[in-house]
């Protein structure tokens, strides 16, 4: 009895209740997912994802972290629309950006990936994979990493999909190398994937580079956007941007050039910078900042 109502629960769950949609008018939604890490439950949807409604179909910003995952958002995106998806384009490498492009390339839409970030997703599929098949087991059945369909070579490509001009721009390599923005010229809004977080604080990966991170959070200021889409966290304008990632960068990347300049070392810059309470309101500051201070440290030290 016990395991058929678990059955049923884990038959029920759908996007609507792991994503809040947002309406940002003239067809353009945001789905903003949990801030927390991810889960099975959660089936690693804890990002945020964008929904763009045209008279041709809807277009996905990044396809969900598993087959499964992605025919959720796929559920949800029929359900604000009343449309299949017909365009998915890639954001970034990090898992839940892309790990459900194969199901939607199964369903017939096309998939859009700067080549910059399909490189990445190549060279990171296999771990990211065997993570989230761990994580998310039987949820994670029919998997498979699947590429872009189309994808541009330059640094900006400006598509029309359904009579809407979106623009995939690179600006410089951030969270992961190789991440985009999407930017919708026309309504004000920028998907801005990793490159924005809000609510939480950001992660600092190996594979991050604070200095260019910073670099591409200006490159977002200067398009004036409205609404800002952030990978994580809310929706919210270049104020609240600015405050949740533009200051933190700024103070993760001038703090540890101070002390690489000075040779100080790891230990002391970390020791320094390690406590910042002028951010500790954000979600996983206690988790995530000193190991940011670290490796952005590292990553200055050894002149990359
Ligand atoms: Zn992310």
Redesign the pocket.
């Known amino acids: 009895m016990r395991l058929l109502v678990l059955f049923v629960l884990a038959g029920s769950v759908s996007a609507a209740d792991l994503l809040k949609s947002q309406a940002l008018g003239s067809g353009v939604f945001a789905l903003i997912g949990e801030i927390g890490g991810r889960t099975y439950e959660n089936h690693a949807l804890n ?1 945020n994802f964008g929904v763009i409604d045209t008279p041709d179909g809807a277009v996905l910003i990044d396809s969900g972290a598993s087959f499964e995952g992605a025919k959720l958002l796929d559920a949800e995106v029929r359900r604000l629309t009343g449309k299949a998806v017909k365009w998915v384009i890639n954001t970034g490498s ?1 898992d ?1 950006r892309w790990l459900g492009n194969g199901y939607f390339a199964s369903r017939g839409a096309e998939v859009i990936a700067l080549s910059r970030t399909v490189a990445t997703q190549k060279a990171n599929a296999i771990a990211e994979s065997d993570a989230l098949a761990a994580l998310l087991k039987e949820r994670f059945k029919g998997t498979q990493p699947a590429y872009a369909s189309r994808e541009p070579a330059d640094d900006r490509a400006v598509l029309e999909l359904g009579g809407r001009r979106l623009e995939i721009r690179y600006l410089a390599n951030a969270h992961f190398p190789g991440d985009v923005v999407v930017w919708l010229p026309a309504e004000g809004v920028v998907f801005a994937g ?1 490159h924005v977080y809000v609510d939480r604080l950001l992660g600092v990966l190996p594979q991050s580079n604070v200095s260019t991170w910073l670099d591409a959070f200006k490159a977002i200021k200067a398009l004036s956007p409205v609404h800002v889409v952030p ?2 966290g809310s929706v919210t304008d270049l104020a609240g941007a600015q405050r949740d990632t533009g200051d933190y960068l700024a103070f993760v990347a001038s703090g540890v050039r101070r002390f690489a300049d000075d040779m100080a070392g790891v230990d002391q810059a970390v020791a320094a910078l390690g406590d910042a309470p002028q951010f500790a309101h954000l979600a996983n500051f206690a988790e995530l900042h000193r190991g940011n201070v670290s490796r952005a440290y590292l990553r200055l030290e050894a002149g990359e």
């Open positions: 990002a990090q839940h990793d990978g994580h």
